[in-house]
């Protein structure tokens, strides 16, 4: 069975690769250039463990899937507000692992002065839409032709939850 801790510097490896699969094969990141683990590092030290947090899946020692919150705007007004992101291991989608991680995500930004959490959602994406749906998550704008990426533009969606 996978658990679900915080994330430690010795994961950034693992969680580095997994997101890399999402930046070259897909358009739900717009990164455009996998990562090293050494340009990942400043990402992941932002996460304090309270509103802005990194969780990991593991399963057998091995991380397949991770979810956090970071800061939605550097504004200081935008504090209580965070975005959240998830990200599974390809062989792991539909396997119940990201119930998991956003459980656990949400249950702890709801013990921290959190008040919004947001996530943005590029579309197409019917898979992620019903998932954030499943967690109170409401769509409240959608940004059109946004962001460019493979030779198109895409849209996206923001959702939000309010989290007090």
């Given at each position: 069975m996978a658990t679900v801790r915080a994330a430690?510097?010795?994961d950034l490896d693992a969680i580095?690769?997994?997101y890399n699969h999402y930046v070259a094969?897909?358009?739900f990141t717009f990164d455009t250039v996998p990562f090293t683990t050494l340009q990942r590092r400043p990402w992941f030290d932002q996460f304090d463990g309270g509103r802005?947090?990194?969780?990991?899946?593991?399963h057998d020692g091995a991380v397949i899937g991770y979810a956090n919150s970071a800061p939605l705007k550097s504004k200081p007004a935008y504090a209580t507000s965070v975005e959240v992101s998830i990200y599974l291991a390809a062989d792991q989608i539909g396997q119940?692992?990201?119930a998991q991680l956003y459980e656990a995500l949400l249950d702890g930004l709801s013990a921290e002065d959190?008040?919004?959490a947001y996530?943005?959602?590029?579309?197409p994406n019917s898979p992620s839409i019903a998932f954030h749906r499943r967690y109170g998550f409401n769509q409240v704008a959608v940004l059109h032709e946004v962001g460019r990426k493979?030779?198109?533009?895409?849209?996206?969606?923001w959702f939000e939850k309010a989290l007090s």
């Open positions: 430690e510097l010795r580095v690769s997994i094969t897909t358009h802005y947090r990194a969780l990991v899946l593991e119940g692992g990201g959190t008040h919004r996530a943005l959602i590029a579309l493979f030779d198109r533009y895409w849209d996206v969606a």
